[in-house]
């Protein structure tokens, strides 16, 4: 057995969930994927070796055969979930880390936003599933990057916010993670869930922070990326400082 997973979807019965009555649900029978399509810029296939999807430390990457991994293979379509963790997702949205090897050698890491409703596993995320990469190999680390910032008073005590949104270009991009508030005073800024998107870049992310219904921080930071890690790109500490 090798850990693969397979972009399939079986049709047993109807196509769509409805209400049989209002207390029972009536579940179609097809069994749903989420898959990540992982291509060429000539179109081709990225074949992997192997590859691996976890959900914090938990590895949830799905065994199949060889014969039905070939077949993934060969259209480069890998699944990120199915129907097989339906009932663990069920109303709940959390990221898991996908990672794609050739030669042991990373050639695509990213996170990805699914969840599962009363019937079938539901991608929640706003990035495409359908990615192209380089010819290039690049024999990245396993480590997934992240950058934390530290929000506190003029005393140096920590500001523990209500909330808070990180913006690029106007776009949020605030963490999906499930880390997000690390301790008091610390959050969660920005990861490798961004390195394809920042390769080769230099832009300013910006971090605003709430209490109390107002907006009590907000400021500006430097990022790019190489095509394996994110990276900050100014000098100052990643801290706001808030006046009482």
């Known amino acids: 057995m090798k850990r693969i997973v397979l972009f399939i979807m079986v049709v047993i019965g109807f196509s769509s969930c409805k209400d049989s009555d209002k ?27 192997s590859f691996i999807v976890k959900w914090g430390e938990r590895d949830i990457t799905r065994q199949y055969s060889q014969e039905e991994f070939e077949r993934a293979r060969k259209v480069g ?54 990615i192209t990469i380089n010819g290039e190999i690049v024999n990245c680390t396993d480590i997934f990057m992240g950058y934390v910032l530290k929000v506190q008073y003029e005393d140096e005590s920590p500001v523990v916010l209500d909330s808070y949104k990180v913006f690029w270009d106007n776009k949020d991009i605030t963490p999906k993670s499930t880390l997000g508030v690390l301790s008091k005073g610390n959050y969660l800024f920005v990861n490798d869930d961004l390195t394809s998107e920042l390769n080769g870049l230099s832009e300013e992310i910006t ?38």
């Not at 339906?86 to 030669?103: A, C, H, M, P, R």
Request: net charge negative; proline share 3%.
């Open 23 to 49: 207390s029972d649900l009536e579940c179609t029978k097809v069994y749903m994927a989420i898959p990540l399509r992982l291509q060429y810029e000539d179109k081709s296939p990225v074949v992997l070796d």
């Open 77 to 130: 379509s890998y699944t990120i979930v199915d129907d097989g963790m339906q009932e663990e997702l069920q109303n709940l949205s959390v990221s898991v880390l996908f990672t794609g090897y050739i030669d042991n050698k990373i050639v695509h890491k990213g996170e990805y936003v699914v969840g599962a409703d009363e019937c079938h596993v539901v991608y929640l995320g706003n990035k495409p599933l359908d």
């Open 207 to 244: 971090f605003v922070g709430f209490k109390d219904g107002k907006e009590i921080a907000r400021d500006n930071f430097l990022f790019g990326a190489d095509k394996c890690h994110i990276h900050y790109l100014e000098e100052r500490p990643l801290l706001i400082i808030v006046n009482e």
